[in-house]
């Protein structure tokens, strides 16, 4: 199978200096070590693979043609000028469609008669921390991400209050959070350096939409009713798996995510034993303080669990999964998408 990214030469060279990248620098590179580039199947991984005609016209005439999404479900609500038909026209060209979100996969599928759209979590592979166990834990708590939600800044004014981290891009545009910003754009490795040190990592499965974008799924009733991501959309929220997730499996941080009307973690990652649950940001107080008591009695087993699942979501696994389309493969809960 032929790996396409659709990036250029400077970025895929510089790629790992950029944060926003994240763990897709590690994917990418894993995929590109693998790409078969006699092979007449191509599997493309980046969003302007999806929307660019330059680039699928090159690969028309290939047996099989697929796409990995790790945006999904943001597609459906942009600009005013990209609708549903947008949307159809990207994903047309694909025979398959490897989408993070089970709603979206469930929808698209009805729209267009056939199970085009598959349900796969998202690929991470952390090279760079190793062995996380063997690493002192000195930090309570750590977030990594921008500020785009109401539950992201009450999270983090209650984190100030501990031994805490907050890694950011840069300005969260917000004064009184900015101020708590502790680390900036930094490398993707040196972002793990950081986050191995810390004993819970906070997690939040959820997108923002701004009234522009609600006004837009307003206006087309059927997305509404019948796409699950968007059954809440009044509250300006949709679900969304971050690959946050596995990056604070995999350096043995204790996943600390907010549960909310989708849980989408739950097809990934089993509550209590693999990760666990806040609801409203004052209870991080008493978390907190149990987790830095009860660290090696309680706690350090849940992430050694979590550890050992995130391992199934590397990029080597899901590749296997993607090469054989062998269901017997899938270690994840895909009811959702059905």
Not at 22 to 44: A, F, P, R
Not at 281 to 289: F, N, P
């Amino acid at each position: 199978m032929k790996i396409v990214h659709g990036m250029s030469q400077d970025m895929l060279t510089n790629m790992e200096n950029y944060f926003a990248w994240g763990g897709g620098v590690y994917v990418i590179k894993d995929l590109l070590q693998k790409s078969n580039e006699d092979s007449d199947h191509v599997l493309m991984v980046t969003l302007d693979c999806a929307r660019k005609d330059s680039i699928k016209e090159q690969y028309q005439h290939y047996k099989t043609k697929s796409l990995i999404t790790e945006w999904t479900p943001c597609e459906f609500a942009e600009i005013p000028s990209r609708n549903l038909t947008h949307v159809l026209k990207d994903y047309e060209y694909f025979d398959n469609v490897y989408c993070i979100c089970p709603y979206s996969c469930k929808y698209l599928n009805n729209l267009y008669g056939y199970n085009k759209f598959k349900y796969a979590p998202c690929w991470f592979t952390n090279y760079t921390v190793q062995n996380p166990f063997e690493i002192e834990k000195d930090t309570d708590i750590c977030y990594v991400g921008g500020i785009h939600l109401i539950a992201h800044a009450q999270a983090i004014d209650v984190m100030s209050n501990y031994k805490y981290k907050f890694l950011t891009l840069g300005t969260c545009g917000h004064p009184d959070i900015d101020k708590y910003r502790t680390h900036q754009k930094l490398l993707t490795s040196e972002k793990y350096y950081q986050m191995v040190t810390c004993r819970i990592s906070l997690n939040i499965n959820m997108i923002d939409f701004r009234q522009h974008h609600i006004n837009m799924l307003m206006s087309d009733h059927d997305i509404v009713q019948k796409h699950r991501a968007f059954n809440n959309i009044y509250s300006g929220t949709a679900p969304q798996f971050k690959m946050r997730v596995h990056e604070s499996a995999s350096v043995g941080a204790l996943i600390l995510c907010k549960r909310d009307n989708w849980n989408i973690i739950e097809d990934f990652y089993e509550e209590g034993k693999e990760f666990i649950y806040y609801d409203e940001s004052e209870e991080l107080h008493d978390i907190i303080k149990d987790v830095r008591e009860n660290w090696n009695n309680k706690y350090k087993q849940i992430t050694k669990n979590a550890y050992n699942r995130y391992l199934q979501y590397t990029t080597d696994n899901l590749w296997d999964y993607i090469k054989t389309s062998d269901k017997n493969l899938i270690t994840w809960n895909t009811d959702k998408s059905l």
